[in-house]
């Protein structure tokens, strides 16, 4: 496993910006694919946006499709989540999580290492 630490979160206004970003630990980060997922109170962790080991490919989920961006930049170990026009709905904690699986994916059975999470906070 990668160990995984996230950091940037804080509390907006509603159409301001924030960059979530997870360190990583580990020797074999480069063969990770990563993954942003979220959980908003009382609800349900779900996947944001997944690349691929060498950033070649990316996925999002259509809440976020056009507004965030993820990126990685693999000489510091980094995994970026550029949030731009937030919206009160995008309230929640977000994790970063990694996995082995030759494909990235919006399941978050198959991420086998997870960060503890930071909150982002858009008030309206």
């Known amino acids: 496993q990668v160990q995984l630490v996230e950091s940037g979160g804080g509390l907006v206004q509603a159409g301001d910006s924030l960059r979530l970003s997870c360190a990583a630990s580990g020797r074999t980060f480069t063969v990770y694919r990563m993954g942003w997922f979220r959980q908003a109170p009382g609800k349900e962790r779900q996947f944001v946006a997944a690349?691929?080991?060498?950033?070649?490919?990316?996925y999002y989920a259509d809440s976020v499709k056009g507004r965030f961006t993820i990126s990685r930049d693999k000489g510091k170990d980094t995994v970026y989540l550029q949030m731009n026009s937030l919206k009160p709905e995008d309230t929640a904690v977000y994790y970063c999580?990694?996995?082995?699986?030759?494909?990235?994916?919006?399941?978050?059975?198959?991420?086998?290492?997870w960060g503890q999470g930071t909150q982002v906070t858009v008030s309206s």
């Open positions: 690349i691929s080991w060498n950033g070649g490919r990316t």
């Open positions: 999580a990694g996995t082995r699986t030759p494909t990235i994916s919006d399941y978050e059975g198959v991420y086998d290492s």
